[in-house]
């Protein structure tokens, strides 16, 4: 109190009658033309409380930390194959030649300062976004966040999820090492392998038949610019539909589908929240500076007859590496035409997961038949089929992601590789309907005990 | 005032009552008055253990032996120590016998820690000799025993090489990595770089002879230069985690993630009976 | 409680019956964030290594952090509110006006049917024509996929241009070579190998491709394209790094497990009169993975 009289007097010593935030609120009234009734009803914006609804934060900021970082990697990078000879810093390195892509990140990595904490940094934020994503996806799934009016912003998260993992693929490829450039070349084949229009669309894809001295500087402005400026358009939607539906919560004293209860958006909220950005941006920050990532001297540049073993993709596209790793040969002859095996696994399965991912808001409604509106969540408990399905779908994935490494852990763990994949490709089909299966049953025991006792 | 008690202990207000200017909702007290410290105090732990096991320079110990050793040391000329000591398996001129020939072994920084720690199948000579000896041997075979044409090696050319050749079993960190019909090409990195040489040379169990078909002399001896940068290779960005590639970074970067849901669950944390 | 100009009331110092919580927390975060921001600083200026930065910069945000979600989860009080949720139907007749309205505009439009074709047409034709402008982005593949560098007679070379003679490679080794001047050409990439006791199967109609035991395949795997680099000499398999595709060198490079499907093409050779190998011809197959025109 103390502290107000004496802030009142000397205000009034100084001549100046209202608080610098009482200013603020004229100005706006006087220049924008209103809005202060908004404005003041949305500083009173409820969130309800659970550390589940920090995870689409997490995500949140690492896009912002992913921008901020790669704002200064942009202002380094060559995006050029111009064939080059090293002569910087790096010793194993001086006299070999590469393109001018690979040296700019080598002179970023060892010659800019905090040149190497940032790439570390910009590297670990783009693991840990998808992962957020991910998780965030799980949360939504598991509680029934998906459901009107929030069918829409459901498919718009998804498209996140999927711009984001093909941004994330193309950044990693952008330093032409050889790690990413084979992967490209995969990515490359994949492509071709397409019926009919395969060939022509990998050609225009990478500006002609791999490896092409313009894919680098071709995937820069999409990497930097069109999918970031895609991904910023939809968060904005994504977030703006939060807003004006307000944002889900758990069943509880006081809640129900027309009221919402929590923590006003301002002070409480907005503090936690801008602390949450410092605490996400403070463990991505130590990361990159304590743990070494994407090592990209010792792959060395990229060069189409070099190859290296323990090749994977980032983990986020594991399951993808994965699946090709897994399914056999089975080439298809059509007359005079070829379809060749990796078409299913690499085109066709990631259309056959992300279809029904896509319709699960409406598959949902129609299988409960219930396409009412939801603002309160329900528990995993509440819903042992969905929980079911989710986590079988959960173990088809872990099954590919773990097959995508299979020859790591092969050699980590001295286990033998054909053994293992054989392994993989049994639980491929046992392993989901299992887990799916004992899911169910206690998930509906759960269920079935709450009815019964009321919690 | 317009509020209402419902539930167990907690108050709430309607909006409208925000408009009128009322009291906005003061709640109920804390159990304690005291603020938990647990997460916190155990994520500073955490973070603390981060920052100091990785080590503010990141740099790890060269492996080889010093160079500073003291001028009497040894009145052993290092030819006799070689005489005595390396010719019964390598050949009084480092042709070979029993050992691989010594063409390749231009560079002192090779020739030491091969001697001092020994390989796969030679024995160590840390424990007979003395520093001052093995580095004295060392530069002896380099100068005296190997082909003049290995000392023109360099180690980007053998970089170049390894990239092209070896990197497709042993990986372009020299981790090793799974090969087909159950086998594994090993982790080269454990051992010192000439074992390489010696590989090169004699071939191994799958590892087919590279020294005379694929590569003369002076490109082994490249190679060998930069497995010995890959023995200990520089991790300017911190810990090498294994330099097994993006398999375990995904894993610890599932780590980050583990941390930041704590802090999120410590961020929400209440202390009253809020729902969850 | 004070009631400032204004008239809206504003006390929240006090975040709970029995006295705020301490702010000892949080001020020690505050005081990390200023020792880590200045030690960055220090870092930075004395070029210190990468974890001195990232360490020193995390610390001042995990300060920072640390500050400001204490401040906002303690400190900042208890405070519960409720309020509606956005309810559907809401506002019908809003909805019916605006949907009136809506289409009030419109028939300026939909009344003139013919007209209406015309426009949907017309744009529809004009946006599809647009598409045309993706061709612009590369070739079209045509011959390029069939055809590689190596003509006939062309020398073996290695990789730093060593033209290639029968007594470079002895038999059990492996050597990358491409073709003489064109040590750049990714799809002409090729291994050879010398097999010298006779084990080398004969497969049909390449019986003169692999003189005096000389045999050369295509490095380019034949699954999804990646550089078959692994030789096991054991059992003279050559293997792919990156999906475990293990071909058969002595059976006209066949796979024999994985997910490759075709064999490595064979690269038909020959030894001139000089001893240098060269090639009889081009690949007789496409390189690489398969497509739709490989047939």
New interface residues.
């Given amino acids: 109190m103390s502290d107000r009289r004496l802030m009142r007097s000397l205000r009034t010593a100084f001549g100046v009658r209202r608080s610098p935030l009482r200013r603020a609120a004229g100005w706006l009234d006087e220049n924008l033309g209103g809005g202060s009734r908004l404005l003041r009803e949305e500083l009173r914006h409820v969130f309800p409380d659970s550390w589940a609804f920090f995870l689409g934060e997490i995500a949140l900021y690492c896009f912002i930390l992913l921008v901020v970082t790669g704002i200064f990697l942009g202002l380094f990078f060559h995006a050029s194959q111009a064939p080059v000879v090293y002569h910087g810093s790096y010793q194993p390195l001086v006299g070999v030649p590469m393109s001018d892509a690979y040296s700019s990140v080598l002179d970023l990595s060892f010659n800019v300062r905090a040149g190497l904490l940032v790439r570390q940094v910009h590297h670990w934020a783009a693991l840990v976004f998808v992962a957020a994503l991910m998780i965030h996806l799980l949360r939504m799934f598991f509680t029934g966040a998906y459901r009107r009016p929030r069918r829409i912003n459901w498919v718009i998260g998804l498209s996140l999820l999927m711009l984001v993992g093909f941004n994330g693929l193309l950044g990693y490829s952008l330093p032409d090492d050889l790690l990413s450039g084979a992967g490209l070349r995969i990515a490359y084949s994949i492509t071709e392998s397409i019926p009919f229009l395969g060939p022509t669309l990998a050609s225009l894809m990478f500006g002609g038949q791999f490896p092409t001295s313009g894919i680098i500087a071709r995937i820069y402005p999409v990497h930097i610019f069109l999918l970031p400026a895609g991904i910023a358009g939809l968060l904005g939607l994504h977030m703006g539909m939060l807003w004006l539906q307000r944002h889900t919560e758990f069943p509880g004293p006081g809640r129900d589908d027309g009221t919402i209860v929590g923590t006003p958006m301002v002070p409480a909220y907005a503090l936690r929240t801008s602390g949450y950005l410092m605490l996400v941006a403070g463990v991505l920050t130590a990361f990159g500076g304590l743990l070494q990532i994407n090592p990209v001297w010792l792959y060395g540049p990229y060069t189409p007859w070099d190859a290296t073993t323990s090749a994977q993709p980032d983990w986020y596209m594991g399951w993808l590496e994965g699946a090709v790793r897994m399914f056999p040969g089975w080439d298809i002859q059509i007359g005079g035409f070829l379809l060749p095996a990796v078409f299913w696994p690499a085109v066709i399965l990631p259309g056959l997961i992300f279809t029904p991912l896509f319709l699960w808001p409406w598959l949902d409604g129609m299988a409960l038949r219930d396409g009412g509106f939801h603002n309160v969540l329900t528990v995993p408990s509440e819903r042992p089929g969905r929980t079911a399905i989710g986590a079988g779908f959960v173990t088809f994935l872990t099954v590919l992601l773990v097959a995508g490494g299979d020859d790591v852990l092969a050699s980590a763990f001295g286990l033998s590789l054909p053994v293992l994949l054989r392994t993989l490709q049994v639980l491929f089909f046992v392993a989901p309907p299992i887990v799916a299966l004992l899911t169910y049953v206690v998930f509906r025991r759960r269920a079935q005990r709450w009815l019964a006792t009321g919690r | 005032m317009a509020a209402r008690r419902e539930g167990p202990g907690v108050l709430q207000m309607s909006r409208s009552a925000v408009h009128n200017g009322e009291r906005r909702g003061r709640c109920f007290c804390r159990a304690s008055g005291r603020p938990r410290l647990g997460p916190l105090a155990q994520l500073c732990v955490v973070l603390v253990v981060l920052f100091v096991a990785a080590g503010p320079a990141g740099a790890s110990p060269q492996a080889s032996p010093s160079a500073a050793l003291e001028a009497s040391a040894s009145a052993i000329p290092a030819a006799e120590v070689f005489a005595e000591n390396c010719s019964g398996c390598h050949g009084t001129k480092g042709e070979g016998g029993f050992g691989p020939p010594l063409a390749a072994a231009g560079f002192a920084s090779l020739v030491a820690p091969m001697v001092e720690k020994g390989g796969i199948q030679m024995p160590s000579f840390g424990g007979q000799l003395s520093n001052a000896q093995i580095q004295g041997v060392a530069e002896y075979v380099a100068a005296h025993i190997a082909d003049p044409a290995s000392h023109e090696a360099a180690v980007a050319d053998g970089g170049e090489i390894y990239r092209l050749y070896c990197a497709g079993c042993h990986s372009t960190t020299g981790r090793g990595g799974a090969l087909t019909r159950g086998r594994n090409a090993p982790d080269i990195a454990q051992y010192p770089a000439a074992e390489a040489l010696a590989a090169m040379m004699l071939g191994r169990t799958n590892m087919p002879m590279f020294a005379g078909n694929t590569l003369d002399v002076r490109q082994q001896t490249a190679v060998g230069l930069y497995v010995g940068v890959l023995v200990d290779p520089p991790s300017p960005g911190g810990r090498g985690l294994g330099y097994l590639g993006p398999v375990t970074e995904g894993a610890v970067s599932a780590i980050a993630l583990l941390i930041l849901i704590f802090l999120a669950v410590w961020l929400a944390w209440k202390s009253r009976t809020a729902a969850p | ?2 009631v ?6 504003s006390d ?2 006090t ?5 705020s ?2 702010g000892w ?1 949080a001020a020690i975060g505050l005081l990390v964030t200023v020792v880590g921001a200045v030690g960055f600083v220090v870092a ?1 200026v004395t ?9 020193s ?18 400190l ?13 139907h809401d506002d019908v007749p809003g909805a019916a006006a605006l949907g009136g309205d809506l289409e009030q505009s419109a028939h300026v439009i939909t009344r003139r049917r013919l007209l209406s074709r015309f426009l949907i047409a017309g744009v529809g034709v004009f946006a599809l024509s647009q598409v045309v402008i ?2 612009a ?5 045509g011959r ?2 069939f055809v590689t560098a190596w003509r006939p007679r062309s020398r073996l070379v290695t ?1 730093d241009g060593q033209p290639v003679t029968r007594d ?3 038999a ?5 070579a491409f073709p003489e001047g064109h040590t750049d050409a ?2 002409s ?1 090729i291994a050879l190998f010398h097999f010298i006791g006779g084990e080398l199967k004969p497969q049909p109609g390449r019986e003169t491709w692999s003189p005096e035991g000389f045999v050369a395949y295509s ?1 380019i795997c034949t ?13 003279q ?1 050559l ?1 792919c ?6 071909f058969d060198l002595l059976d006209g490079a066949r ?1 024999v ?6 064999p490595l093409p064979q690269l038909p050779l020959a030894i001139d009169p000089q001893g240098y190998l060269v090639a009889q011809s081009d690949f007789t197959e496409p390189v ?8």
Avoid at chain 3, 78 to 85: H, M, Q, T, W
């Fill in positions: 409680m004070e400032e100009d204004g008239g809206a009331v929240r110092e975040g709970t019956h029995g006295g919580p301490p927390p930075f070029n210190a290594s990468t974890a001195w930065l990232g360490g910069l995390a610390a001042a945000l995990l300060g920072l952090g640390v500050a400001l979600a204490y401040w906002g989860r303690d900042a009080g208890d405070e519960v509110i409720s309020g509606p949720y956005p309810a559907p993706l061709g982005l590369g070739p079209r593949p390029s996929l990789y470079v490679l002895a059990g080794g492996i050597l990358v990714a799809d990439q490095r699954h999804v394209g990646c550089t078959v680099a692994q030789y096991m000499d054991e059992v398999m293997a790094p990156c999906h475990q595709s293990t796979p497990t994985g997910p490759a499907r075709r690489g993975p398969g497509f739709w025109d490989a047939g």
